[in-house]
């Protein structure tokens, strides 16, 4: 019998993608799409949903029991530029939805769960380059602390109660298909709509400022990938490092600007420079690449081809 499936923040940035991934995969029917709010038309014609807080444990438990779930896959989280504005927010947020589900897999309720983790673990105290898997951990933003700690109960759950939870660390995510969604990351989405419609961008982040990020199309295929990889070859039921590249404002503006020449860019940074500042500029994902295969397909020229190719077509 096909697996159910639940994704909690389907309407999310990664949640709209990861959803209709997944309805080509299972088909419509198994796969539940689930958020605080309405998503896009494509996403609510496209098969079920339920609105759900994430942060009610009887809302989430009633639709894994009324459908029958196999898999959870808990996207909702406020993201970190979002979160410095709402710490107590983001962090009732980001923790209740994750212990709700971690005890729906406790109490056998749930067989298997998803919860993505950040390169916002990492701080300041933590090697820039090639930042290893395991490593000091001193995150100064709130989405950052909170992710360090689902990352503890993660591994927790998983060794007192066996709970089979699966978990990335996803570095900066570039997608034509959503708007950006307050991460500190997301100049290098908006970057590319502001390309095309007015021909200049003006960056929140200093020229040189080099951050980890991969092409969503790869974000998502390793998600799916972990959660299909076989259980014994999982080895960190924290979370794993995941690369794609790793790339400045300046390098992303010269490659928009060798397919659209007359491209400009201007710098102010905000307080999110320093919380880039905090970050890894790039990480090293070997466990991932040895544990379950792990490999990326897009670079950087690769990927702002097929970014500004969908957005002049789109």
């Avoid at 959803?19 to 496209?46: H, K, P």
């Avoid at 009732?92 to 709700?100: G, K, W």
């Avoid at 993505?116 to 000091?136: D, L, R, Y």
Wanted: glycine share 6%.
């Amino acid at each position: 019998m096909a697996k159910k499936v639940l994704v909690i923040g389907a309407c999310g940035q990664i949640g709209t993608e990861l959803t209709m991934r997944l309805r080509e995969m299972y088909g419509a029917e198994q796969v539940i799409a689930s958020d605080i709010r309405e998503g896009n038309d494509q996403l609510m014609q496209s098969g079920p949903f339920e609105q759900l807080d994430a942060m009610n444990k009887e809302q989430v438990e009633d639709v894994c029991l009324h459908y029958e779930i196999d898999e959870v896959f808990l996207m909702a989280a406020m993201l970190s530029a979002t979160g410095e504005k709402f710490p107590k927010k983001a962090w009732n947020l980001n923790m209740d939805s994750l212990m709700n589900v971690l005890d729906l897999g406790r109490e056998g309720k749930v067989e298997k769960i998803f919860w993505p983790s950040s390169i916002a673990v990492f701080g300041p105290t933590t090697p820039k380059e090639n930042t290893p898997q395991h490593t000091i951990m001193e995150p100064t933003t709130v989405y950052g602390i909170s992710k360090q700690t689902g990352e503890r109960w993660c591994e927790y759950y998983h060794n007192k109660y066996g709970v089979d939870v699966r978990s990335i660390r996803y570095p900066g995510l570039i997608s034509w298909k959503t708007q950006p969604g307050g991460g500190t990351t997301d100049y290098a989405v908006d970057i590319f709509h502001q390309a095309i419609s007015k021909g200049s961008y003006e960056c929140f982040l200093k020229p040189d400022t080099a951050l980890p990020m991969m092409y969503m199309e790869d974000a998502i295929r390793a998600t799916v990938e972990i959660m299909n990889a076989d259980p014994t070859s999982i080895k960190e039921r924290s979370s794993y490092n995941l690369s794609g590249m790793s790339f400045t404002p300046e390098e992303i503006a010269q490659e928009i600007k060798k397919n659209l020449p007359e491209f400009s860019i201007s710098y102010r940074p905000d307080f999110r420079q320093e919380i880039a500042d905090s970050w890894p500029g790039s990480i090293d994902d070997q466990q991932a690449r040895k544990d379950w295969n792990w490999e990326h397909k897009y670079a950087l020229d690769s990927m702002v081809q097929e970014m500004l190719q969908q957005l002049k077509t789109d």
